[in-house]
Protein backbone atom coordinates (compact mmCIF):
# COMPACT_ATOMS: atom_id res chain seq x y z
CA UNK A 1 0.00 0.00 0.00
CA UNK A 2 1.75 3.16 -1.22
CA UNK A 3 1.37 6.68 0.64
CA UNK A 4 -1.35 7.92 -0.98
CA UNK A 5 -3.65 4.91 -0.70
CA UNK A 6 -2.51 5.49 3.33
CA UNK A 7 -3.89 8.71 3.20
CA UNK A 8 -7.20 8.12 1.61
CA UNK A 9 -8.04 5.60 4.34
CA UNK A 10 -7.00 7.45 6.79
CA UNK A 11 -9.44 10.54 5.25
CA UNK A 12 -12.22 7.49 5.19
CA UNK A 13 -11.69 6.31 8.65
CA UNK A 14 -12.07 10.21 9.55
CA UNK A 15 -14.97 11.23 7.55
CA UNK A 16 -16.76 8.40 8.80
CA UNK A 17 -15.97 9.74 12.36
CA UNK A 18 -17.24 12.80 11.75
CA UNK A 19 -20.12 11.30 10.16
CA UNK A 20 -21.13 9.65 13.14
CA UNK A 21 -20.48 12.47 15.41
CA UNK A 22 -22.10 14.70 13.53
CA UNK A 23 -25.21 12.22 13.78
CA UNK A 24 -24.95 11.93 17.36
CA UNK A 25 -24.82 15.43 18.04
CA UNK A 26 -28.33 16.24 16.19
CA UNK A 27 -29.60 13.20 18.04
CA UNK A 28 -31.25 12.18 14.86
CA UNK A 29 -32.05 8.93 13.35
CA UNK A 30 -33.15 8.96 9.49
CA UNK A 31 -34.04 5.66 9.34
CA UNK A 32 -37.01 6.02 12.33
CA UNK A 33 -40.04 7.03 10.32
CA UNK A 34 -43.23 8.55 12.17
CA UNK A 35 -45.09 10.10 9.41
CA UNK A 36 -44.66 13.84 8.08
CA UNK A 37 -43.46 14.93 11.78
CA UNK A 38 -40.60 13.31 10.37
CA UNK A 39 -38.73 16.06 8.11
CA UNK A 40 -37.78 18.42 10.77
CA UNK A 41 -34.82 20.97 10.27
CA UNK A 42 -32.25 18.60 12.36
CA UNK A 43 -33.11 15.65 10.23
CA UNK A 44 -32.39 18.07 7.00
CA UNK A 45 -28.94 18.78 9.02
CA UNK A 46 -28.44 15.35 9.01
CA UNK A 47 -29.13 14.72 5.63
CA UNK A 48 -27.60 17.45 3.79
CA UNK A 49 -25.26 19.08 5.86
CA UNK A 50 -23.56 16.62 7.90
CA UNK A 51 -22.74 14.55 4.99
CA UNK A 52 -21.84 18.17 2.78
CA UNK A 53 -19.00 18.38 5.80
CA UNK A 54 -17.57 15.28 6.01
CA UNK A 55 -17.20 15.06 2.22
CA UNK A 56 -15.68 18.34 2.62
CA UNK A 57 -13.27 17.24 5.56
CA UNK A 58 -12.37 13.81 4.02
CA UNK A 59 -11.36 15.75 0.08
CA UNK A 60 -9.39 18.14 2.11
CA UNK A 61 -7.84 15.24 4.11
CA UNK A 62 -7.02 13.22 0.93
CA UNK A 63 -5.83 16.36 -1.42
CA UNK A 64 -5.62 14.40 -4.70
CA UNK A 65 -8.13 14.25 -7.68
CA UNK A 66 -10.14 11.63 -6.74
CA UNK A 67 -11.35 13.01 -2.90
CA UNK A 68 -14.85 13.59 -4.70
CA UNK A 69 -14.97 10.10 -4.77
CA UNK A 70 -13.60 8.60 -1.36
CA UNK A 71 -15.80 11.62 0.17
CA UNK A 72 -19.23 9.33 -0.83
CA UNK A 73 -18.14 6.25 1.36
CA UNK A 74 -18.32 7.09 5.16
CA UNK A 75 -22.11 8.74 4.78
CA UNK A 76 -23.06 5.10 2.86
CA UNK A 77 -20.74 3.31 5.55
CA UNK A 78 -22.39 5.21 8.46
CA UNK A 79 -25.83 5.29 7.05
CA UNK A 80 -25.98 1.14 6.31
CA UNK A 81 -24.06 0.95 9.81
CA UNK A 82 -27.36 2.65 11.41
CA UNK A 83 -29.55 0.83 9.58
CA UNK A 84 -28.51 -2.67 9.79
CA UNK A 85 -27.82 -1.57 14.06
CA UNK A 86 -31.85 -0.53 14.23
CA UNK A 87 -32.55 -3.62 11.94
CA UNK A 88 -31.01 -6.37 13.64
CA UNK A 89 -31.04 -4.58 17.66
CA UNK A 90 -34.60 -2.77 17.54
CA UNK A 91 -36.68 -5.54 15.77
CA UNK A 92 -40.17 -3.98 15.16
CA UNK A 93 -42.29 -5.39 12.50
CA UNK A 94 -44.48 -1.77 12.42
CA UNK A 95 -43.57 0.34 9.19
CA UNK A 96 -43.69 3.21 11.03
CA UNK A 97 -40.97 2.61 13.34
CA UNK A 98 -38.54 1.66 10.43
CA UNK A 99 -37.69 3.07 6.92
CA UNK A 100 -38.48 0.36 4.43
CA UNK A 101 -35.64 -0.02 2.19
CA UNK A 102 -37.75 1.30 -0.62
CA UNK A 103 -37.88 4.37 1.69
CA UNK A 104 -34.05 4.71 3.23
CA UNK A 105 -32.62 4.61 -0.90
CA UNK A 106 -33.56 8.11 -1.58
CA UNK A 107 -32.35 9.09 2.16
CA UNK A 108 -28.85 7.38 1.03
CA UNK A 109 -28.52 9.02 -2.43
CA UNK A 110 -29.47 12.44 -0.51
CA UNK A 111 -26.71 11.82 1.72
CA UNK A 112 -24.10 10.29 -0.26
CA UNK A 113 -24.97 12.89 -3.32
CA UNK A 114 -24.85 15.68 -0.64
CA UNK A 115 -20.90 14.79 0.24
CA UNK A 116 -20.32 14.30 -3.13
CA UNK A 117 -20.96 17.62 -3.55
CA UNK A 118 -18.58 18.61 -0.70
CA UNK A 119 -15.92 16.63 -2.07
CA UNK A 120 -15.65 18.61 -4.93
CA UNK A 121 -15.62 21.84 -3.19
CA UNK A 122 -12.80 20.32 -0.88
CA UNK A 123 -11.01 19.20 -4.20
CA UNK A 124 -10.65 22.59 -5.32
CA UNK A 125 -9.94 23.99 -2.30
CA UNK A 126 -7.20 21.30 -1.76
CA UNK A 127 -5.44 22.71 -5.09
CA UNK A 128 -6.28 18.90 -6.54
CA UNK A 129 -6.98 20.66 -10.29
CA UNK A 130 -3.16 22.65 -10.40
CA UNK A 131 -4.05 25.52 -7.89
CA UNK A 132 -1.87 25.98 -4.51
CA UNK A 133 1.19 23.64 -3.96
CA UNK A 134 -0.81 20.29 -5.82
CA UNK A 135 2.24 19.66 -8.02
CA UNK A 136 4.63 19.68 -4.99
CA UNK A 137 2.55 17.22 -2.82
CA UNK A 138 2.04 15.16 -5.41
CA UNK A 139 6.03 15.01 -6.09
CA UNK A 140 6.42 14.29 -2.59
CA UNK A 141 4.43 11.35 -2.88
CA UNK A 142 5.92 9.65 -5.34
CA UNK A 143 9.11 10.60 -4.00
CA UNK A 144 10.63 13.17 -6.20
CA UNK A 145 11.14 15.77 -3.74
CA UNK A 146 12.30 15.65 0.05
Not at 68 to 78: D, E, G, M, R, S
Not at 98 to 108: A, D, K, T
Not at 111 to 129: D, H, K, L, Q, R
Request: proline share 4%; with cysteine.
Amino acid sequence: MNRKQKIGVAAVLAGIVVNFLGDMLLGVKIEIFSGMTTFTFPWMMDIFLVPFATGLFVSKIYGFKGGKYLACIPPLAVRSASFLHLHYFHPHGDFFYQLNLFYWGPCIILAVESANFGGIIGEVMAGAYGGGNAGSKNAIIKGELS
